[in-house]
């Protein structure tokens, strides 16, 4: 007879501190997911990130379908040698990846693309398969205590989260991988005296490729942004890179960093000297480093410079600065107040460390709109630059809370009287930001109360800029007669103010047709807008802080004329993230592929009747559930924690621990595995998704710290509860005498898989709130199925 421990392992397994391996293998899976995570968003893309939570459970739920086809692959006494695969894993995984010539802005001319996105799925989780073939394993061989080991899985997890944000800090996010790798081997022999040759040799491999093949480490960025483009002019050179857990930003010396946006056909003279900067590879601008006021003259001969000029001089917010030329413009132009908010703290920190003044003073490191909620500050003017891409590029899926009806409604609010409003855009066509702006402005002044909103408005353009202003008060006829007069003097085309001719529009940089003149007509009109937005081949309507997919424009149903209109390429669809169901289309092939091949194993059914259904709908609806309510939960916090990676790791962190804190507890206390917990549960999500927005909002004005924990707090109720099912259910089909623990680790991670991507294309026509009520409906399902597993 086998004697066990306490945990309720064999004596003779010869593994020491079970639990803390665990906690272990858990913390450097989330730490390794997480810094994975910050390295696609600068080598690809930033909604590119949400692949990686799907791999990560990907590779888990690959791991229990071996596990229960071969249970004699992988026995408790063995996982000290899977731990130091695992720690090997980490390294040569992403240098193995890293050497994948994927790119998505290829894909649209190189079929082998595909098969590149399903090397990186099959590479990248091979460290998420080996650390669930640990966990599994555990759990199946300490059934009575699989409430505290699954515990220790989750704790690890979210401690892991939230710490490696302070590793990035440090490091920058590939070299804190090698540190991750490096660190946890250290500590094998811990667990198991047989590993230290192993655990030696493993380190000797990977200090030898460090410094024999040093470049596989750095990342490899696609060659199609804007940092790897300016690098490729004659001359160039790259200055220094700056990194942080929220991005990565260079700064460089090229022909091509030459920013002056839709600088006026008659100004001949020279820029002054301009270096490039880029936040992880993309939205380039350029920090102007020669200061001379008569070099400064091209700034009036910028379309940003109208509502600069038109304003009072006294008070003035600059969102979004970037590199710092509407710093510069500010102080050009005298104003006395100049206020400065970017969301990225890293470029805040790089132009600091290299001496320059443009964040000196008066610099918010986040949101424009959270710095203003709840302060009694009136504005002259509030400057809006769109003149850098999107956030992490201009790809559909990605999601700004900068520019929804809430965020214009916050700026508004805080004009004074005679205050201006200006938003300055490229000119990409065909058009669809420029519209979707115009709309969302009208949609805000409606939602503040202002009527005859054509009295507000002004648009003007340049050969590759527009500008909007918009006044707190009526335009005056001597705003009007200024707008003109600025135009005429720079040669820029007048778009749009209350009574403007067509004839008016249109005469120094002439287009063939005057198609904004026209749509800006229509969007302003009360008898016109509503069917102009209908009827526009894209999709131009305001986006709330429910679904925030501000550069998302497709619609479904012209999708067959926006292939004609874009030259019958499909770049244009790719740009707009459709890579993304095409990978939900791989994960969820794969995902069929591990749930159903334990069928093969021989023997027949492992269920007795009417078993089958009920074991496949409790263990997928907790995967998808789980999954739901965490992308939810970090979708709708990224507006009030102010940044993607913060969101992450908070959220990640705080529903995993409470869960952790749940699974721990529902071992020792028995009345918390009842069946109507899974009730609660459901009415808890329901709620959430009615309140959770609100609540968020409220969260934006209290202190950084404050915020964490508060966050933490209201995410605690449901963590606990959600941390209960899953070990519950795993003691339930264990005392059944067959092992399926590691086919419903299998159902549990697969279903997970499609969660992440799903649940975006899903908010992208519901809104994230839908996540939450979807949750609700499969742990329903999930309560529905309990009793008869």
């Known amino acids: 007879m086998t004697q066990e421990n306490k945990d309720g392992v064999s004596l003779n397994c010869g593994i020491r501190f079970l639990p803390l391996q665990i906690f272990i293998v858990s913390f450097i899976t989330l730490s390794y997911e997480t810094a994975l995570i910050r390295i ?82 099959v590479i990248l989780s091979v460290p998420f398969f080996l650390s669930g073939l640990i966990i599994a394993t555990v759990l199946k061989s300490a059934q009575k205590r699989v409430g505290f080991f699954y515990g220790m899985d989750l704790l690890g997890a979210g401690m892991g989260a939230f710490s490696v944000l302070a590793l990035l800090f440090l490091l ?36 030898l490729i460090l410094l024999f093949c040093p470049s596989w480490l750095k990342p490899r960025i696609s060659p199609y942004k804007p940092l790897a483009l300016a690098l490729k002019y004659p001359g160039a050179r790259h200055i220094k890179s700056f990194y942080s857990p929220f ?137 809006i630059s769109l003149l850098s891409g999107g956030p992490g590029g201009v790809f559909g899926f990605a999601e700004d809370y900068r520019y929804t009806i809430e965020a214009f409604v916050e700026y508004l609010g805080h004009l004074k009287p005679e205050g201006l409003l200006s938003v300055n855009l490229y000119i990409l066509p065909p058009p669809r930001t420029e519209f979707r702006i115009l709309n969302t402005l009208y949609e805000a002044m409606k939602t503040t109360g202002v009527r005859n909103m054509e009295e507000h408005i002004a648009a003007i353009r340049s050969w590759g800029v527009l500008s909007i202003i918009v006044k707190k008060s009526p335009l005056t006829e001597s705003d009007i007669k200024f707008i003109k007069r600025f135009c005429k003097e720079r040669g820029f085309d007048l778009l749009y103010y209350r009574g403007i001719k067509e004839e008016e529009t ?55 004329d926006i292939y004609r209109t874009m030259g019958r390429k499909w770049q244009f669809f790719i740009e707009e993230g459709y890579l993304l169901p095409l990978f939900l289309l791989i994960l ?79 071992q020792r206390r028995q009345h918390l595995r009842k069946p109507y917990l899974l009730l609660s549960l459901c009415a808890l999500i329901l709620f959430y998704g009615l309140v959770f927005e609100k609540l968020a909002s409220m969260v934006v004005v209290l202190p950084w710290v404050l915020k964490v924990v508060v966050v933490f707090l209201g995410i605690l109720p449901a963590g606990f509860l959600l941390g209960i099912p899953f070990p519950r259910g795993l003691s339930v089909i264990g ?33 994230y709130s839908s996540l939450f009520y979807l949750a609700g409906l499969v742990y329903f399902l999930a309560y529905l199925a309990q009793d008869r597993l």
């Open 247 to 383: 991005s990565r930003v260079d700064l460089f010396k090229s022909p091509a960093a030459r920013y002056a946006p839709g600088l006026s056909l008659q100004y001949l003279d020279a820029l002054p000297e301009q270096t490039g900067i880029t936040i992880d590879g993309d939205s380039m601008t350029a920090i102007t480093v020669d200061r001379e006021r008569e070099k400064l003259t091209f700034i009036s001969y910028l379309p940003s410079s109208l509502a600069f000029e038109l304003s009072e001089k006294s008070d003035i917010l600059l969102v979004e600065p970037g590199g710092g030329l509407d710093v510069i413009t500010a102080r050009y132009y005298g104003y006395r107040n100049i206020y400065r908010a970017d969301s990225d703290p890293t470029s805040i920190m790089a132009l600091n460390r290299i001496g320059s003044d443009i964040y000196r003073e008066n610099s918010w490191k986040g949101l424009a709109r959270s710095w203003l909620q709840g302060k009694d500050i009136y504005l002259d003017l509030i400057n």
């Open 506 to 560: 249109n005469i120094f940089v002439r287009m063939s047709d005057n198609t904004y003149f026209n749509a800006f007509r229509r969007l302003m009109g009360a008898d016109e807008r509503e069917e102009f937005i209908s009827s526009y081949i894209f999709d131009i309507t305001a986006r709330d802080d429910n679904s925030p997919f501000f550069h998302y424009y497709l619609k479904m149903k012209n999708l067959k």
């Open 735 to 767: 005392e059944s005498g067959e092992s399926l623990v590691p086919w419903a680790w299998a159902i549990n991670g697969s279903f997970s898989v499609l969660s992440p991507v799903l649940g975006i294309i899903i908010a992208l026509s519901l809104g």
């Open 40 to 121: 696609f968003s600068l080598t690809l893309w930033y909604h590119f990130a949400f692949m990686i939570i799907s791999i990560a459970m990907l590779g888990i739920g690959a791991s229990g379908a071996l596990l229960y086809l071969f249970p004699a692959l992988l026995d408790i006494k063995k996982t000290d040698i899977c731990y130091v695969l695992l720690c090997f894993s980490i390294f040569s995984s992403y240098l193995l990846s890293n050497q994948i010539p994927f790119d998505p802005a290829r894909v649209a001319w190189e079929g082998v693309q595909i098969l590149y996105i399903m090397g990186y799925c």
């Open 588 to 666: 969820l092939l794969l995902s069929l592929l591990i749930v159903l091949l334990p069928l093969l194993k021989s023997g027949g059914s492992p269920f007795r009747k009417g078993k089958t259904l009920p074991f496949f709908v409790y263990f997928s609806a907790l995967g998808m559930g789980y999954m739901f309510v965490e992308v939810a939960l970090i979708q709708k916090l990224i507006y009030p924690l102010e940044h993607p990676a913060l969101s992450f790791s908070t959220v990640v962190s705080a529903v995993v621990i409470s869960s952790a804190a749940g699974s721990i507890l529902s």
């Open 172 to 207: 920058p996010p590939e070299k804190a991988l090698v540190f991750l790798s490096i660190a946890s081997l250290v500590a094998a022999p811990l667990f198991s005296s047989r590993t230290v040759f192993l655990t030696v040799l493993t380190v000797v491999v990977m200090v």
